[in-house]
């Protein structure tokens, strides 16, 4: 008889050890699924965090504040960034730096990411162009943003520089009439060697930007000295038109300034 209490204990004690570690490695389980939830939600709630920065929006953060908007405003819209680059033969449709440009924002934004139209103007002056109204040519492109490089070259001994300011603000109010939410940037021409009064329009451009708040990019920056022969590598001295390294030049430059690493 006690052999068999024993044998009836042993096995009650057996039983409720087995229960009693069930039990345990349950609650330790339960434990580990709790934080293992836990830590997906934040490293969920993180991810989302570090998606809520679209990474077009992102790359662009080295444009004015109301580029970077009018391009938020696109991607938010799901539709590619509309940019019309627009200027004189030294803005060329084909085979120049706007091609060049077109491929740097592919490579960093993605193809498609930017819709770019070109219109370029083979010997207008701004006089010409603000007669000829070629700012519905943009407007009809619907921008977002209008790169600008108006027509100083061509105005040079011919129109004074007070006067083509007067029409680039005339170009750009017809532009704002049609399409108010265009951001436009203004650019100068390439620079050309050992010029005299070219380089002060040019200074007054930039001055004129600054003075009405529109955005101005200065590339001349990235070119060689004006003043030095070793400029012709870069434009050409017969035709004072951008070269082949002159174009990879200013696509470079402008590259940097729509595209943040």
Same mark, same amino acid.
């Given at each position: 008889? !006690?052999?068999?209490?024993? $044998?009836?204990?042993?096995?009650? #004690?057996?039983?409720?050890?087995?229960?009693?570690?069930?039990?345990?490695?349950?609650?330790?389980?339960?434990?580990?699924?709790?934080?293992? !939830?836990?830590?997906?939600?934040?490293?969920?709630?993180?991810?989302?965090?570090?998606?809520?920065?679209?990474?077009?929006?992102?790359?662009?953060? !080295?444009?004015?504040?109301? $580029?970077?908007?009018?391009?938020?405003?696109?991607?938010?819209?799901?539709?590619?960034?509309?940019?019309?680059?627009?200027?004189?033969?030294?803005?060329?449709?084909?085979?120049? =730096?706007?091609?060049?440009?077109?491929?740097?924002?592919?490579?960093?934004?993605?193809?498609?990411?930017?819709?770019?139209?070109?219109?370029?103007?083979?010997?207008?002056?701004?006089?010409?162009?603000? !007669?000829?109204?070629? #700012?519905?040519? =943009?407007?009809?492109?619907?921008?977002?943003?209008?790169?600008?490089?108006?027509?100083?070259?061509?105005?040079?001994?011919?129109?004074?520089?007070?006067?083509?300011?007067?029409?680039?603000?005339?170009?750009?109010?017809?532009?704002?009439?049609?399409?108010? /939410?265009?951001?436009?940037?203004?650019?100068?021409?390439?620079?050309?060697?050992?010029?005299?009064?070219?380089?002060?329009?040019?200074?007054?451009?930039?001055?004129?930007?600054?003075?009405?708040?529109?955005?101005?990019?200065?590339?001349?920056?990235?070119?060689?000295?004006?003043?030095?022969?070793?400029? /012709?590598?870069?434009?050409?001295?017969?035709?004072?038109?951008?070269?082949?390294?002159?174009?990879?030049? =200013? $696509?470079?430059?402008?590259?940097?300034?729509?595209?943040?690493?």
């Amino acid at each position: 008889m !006690r052999n068999i209490l024993l $044998a009836m204990f042993v096995a009650v #004690a057996c039983l409720a050890f087995i229960l009693v570690s069930h039990l345990y490695w349950e609650n330790k389980v339960a434990e580990a699924v709790k934080e293992a !939830r836990i830590e997906t939600g934040t490293t969920a709630k993180s991810g989302q965090t570090g998606e809520s920065v679209n990474p077009i929006v992102a790359r662009a953060k !080295r444009l004015p504040a109301d $580029a970077q908007a009018a391009i938020k405003r696109a991607v938010e819209e799901n539709r590619p960034i509309r940019l019309v680059i627009a200027g004189s033969e030294s803005t060329p449709e084909k085979g120049g =730096w706007p091609d060049l440009l077109k491929q740097a924002l592919d490579e960093a934004y993605g193809e498609g990411a930017f819709q770019i139209t070109v219109h370029e103007y083979e010997g207008l002056t701004t006089a010409d162009a603000d !007669r000829q109204r070629i #700012a519905a040519d =943009w407007a009809n492109d619907k921008p977002d943003l209008v790169l600008f490089e108006p027509f100083l070259l061509n105005d040079n001994g011919i129109i004074v520089i007070d006067d083509t300011l007067d029409h680039i603000e005339s170009i750009i109010g017809q532009l704002k009439s049609a399409a108010p /939410d265009a951001v436009v940037i203004l650019q100068p021409p390439n620079p050309i060697y050992n010029a005299t009064y070219y380089p002060k329009q040019v200074e007054k451009l930039e001055a004129f930007a600054k003075e009405k708040h529109y955005a101005y990019y200065d590339h001349w920056t990235a070119w060689p000295d004006y003043k030095s022969k070793e400029i /012709d590598q870069y434009v050409d001295p017969e035709s004072d038109l951008p070269t082949t390294e002159g174009a990879k030049r =200013w $696509a470079e430059a402008l590259a940097e300034y729509f595209i943040a690493q």
